[in-house]
C-alpha cells in the first residue's frame, strides 16, 4: 500500500533531525497535522484536497526541519551581520591597497611597463579582494552555525561622533587656497622654474606643454574651483556632485599618466641633470613607478572622499 502524503512529509521533515528527536517530533507532527486535517473536513473539503492543503500550509520539510533542529539557514544572519561587514571593509581597505602597491612596485622594478604595472595591479587586486571576501565570510559562517561568540559587544562609547562632510566655509576657503597655489606653482615654473641644479633653475614640467596641455591641466583646476563654490552653496553633496568630482579625478589622472607615458610630462633637462648627478636608470625607473602610484593615488582618494561624503549627506 503506497505510503500516504502525510506520512511521505513526516519521513522528509524527521530524517534530518537527530535520532533522539525524530520519535517525539513524528508524533508532534501527526497530531497537529491530524488536527489541521479534521478542522477542514469539519468545513465540509474533500478529505484527500484537506490534507494537501494542510501540509501545504506547512511548507517546505526541510525548513521545518531546521526549526525543529533550531539550525540557521541563511549564510551569516542577523546576529554576526554587521560584524562580518564591519571587519570585511576593514581588512579590505587596509590589505589591497598594501598588496597593490607592493604589486606595483615589483612589476615596475621587473621592466613591466607602466600598462603592465596597472594590469598586473588591478588584477591581483581584485583576486586578492574576492580571496579575502571569500575566506572571511567562510569564517562567519562557521560562527553562524557553531553558535560561538566574536567576543565584541556593542557600547554607547561606540557612538560615531558628528562630522563634517566638508561643505563648511573653512572647507571652501581651504580648497580655493591649495588650488590657487597650483596654479601659482604652474605660473612660477614657467616664469622661474621650481628644480635648482648646480645653481641653475630649470622648470620641473616640459616646456612643450605650454601652452595647449597646461590650459587643460588649469581648465581643470578651474572647474575643480567651481565645483567647490557649487559645492558650499548647496550645503551638502550630492550623486552630481561626486560625479563631477570623480570626472575631474579622472580627467587629472588621465591627463597626466598619458603625458607621462609619451615622455611630455617632466622637463628633460631637468632627467638629464639628474642622470649627471648619479641617479642611474634603475633609480630613474623607481622613482617613475613611485609617481604613477602617487597619482593613481590621489585620484582614487579623491573619488572614495567624494563618494563617502555624498552618502553620508544622503543618510542625514
Do not use: C
Amino acid at each position: 500500500m503506497p505510503a500516504t502524503l502525510t506520512t511521505r512529509y513526516i519521513d522528509a521533515t524527521v530524517r534530518s533531525l537527530p535520532t533522539e528527536v525524530q520519535e517525539d517530533v513524528r508524533e508532534e507532527l501527526s497530531a497537529s497535522i491530524a488536527d489541521a486535517v479534521e478542522a477542514r473536513l469539519a468545513q465540509g473539503e474533500d478529505p484527500r484536497a484537506a490534507e494537501r492543503a494542510v501540509l501545504t500550509e506547512l511548507g517546505d520539510p526541510a525548513v521545518l526541519a531546521a526549526g525543529y533542529a533550531d539550525r540557521p539557514l541563511q549564510l551569516i544572519g542577523p546576529r554576526y551581520f554587521l560584524t562580518w561587514l564591519r571587519l570585511l571593509r576593514l581588512v579590505l581597505m587596509i590589505v589591497v591597497p598594501v598588496v597593490a602597491v607592493i604589486v606595483g612596485l615589483v612589476e615596475g622594478l621587473s621592466g613591466g611597463s607602466v600598462g603592465d604595472v596597472i594590469g598586473e595591479v588591478i588584477s591581483v587586486g581584485l583576486s586578492v579582494a574576492v580571496h579575502i571576501a571569500f575566506w572571511v565570510t567562510v569564517a562567519f559562517a562557521v560562527l553562524e552555525r557553531s553558535g560561538a561568540e566574536t567576543g565584541l559587544t556593542w557600547t554607547v562609547d561606540q557612538l560615531p561622533e558628528q562630522r563634517s562632510t566638508g561643505t563648511g566655509r573653512a572647507d571652501l576657503i581651504a580648497s580655493l587656497s591649495f588650488l590657487a597655489l597650483a596654479l601659482g606653482a604652474l605660473a612660477w615654473d614657467r616664469l622661474r622654474g621650481l628644480a635648482t641644479v648646480d645653481g641653475e633653475t630649470l622648470q620641473a614640467l616640459h616646456p612643450g606643454l605650454w601652452s595647449a596641455g597646461i590650459l587643460v591641466l588649469v581648465a581643470l583646476v578651474l572647474l575643480e574651483a567651481a565645483l567647490a563654490v557649487v559645492i558650499y552653496r548647496r550645503g551638502r553633496w550630492s550623486i552630481g556632485t561626486a560625479v563631477a568630482n570623480s570626472a575631474l579625478a579622472v580627467g587629472f589622472m588621465s591627463w597626466s599618466l598619458t603625458l607621462l607615458g609619451r615622455e611630455q610630462l617632466l622637463n628633460p633637462e631637468l632627467l638629464a641633470a639628474a642622470r649627471s648627478h648619479g641617479v642611474d636608470a634603475e633609480s630613474m625607473r623607481i622613482l617613475g613607478i613611485a609617481l604613477v602610484l602617487l597619482i593613481v593615488g590621489i585620484a582614487l582618494w579623491d573619488i572614495v572622499d567624494g563618494w563617502v561624503k555624498t552618502a553620508r549627506d544622503r543618510r542625514r
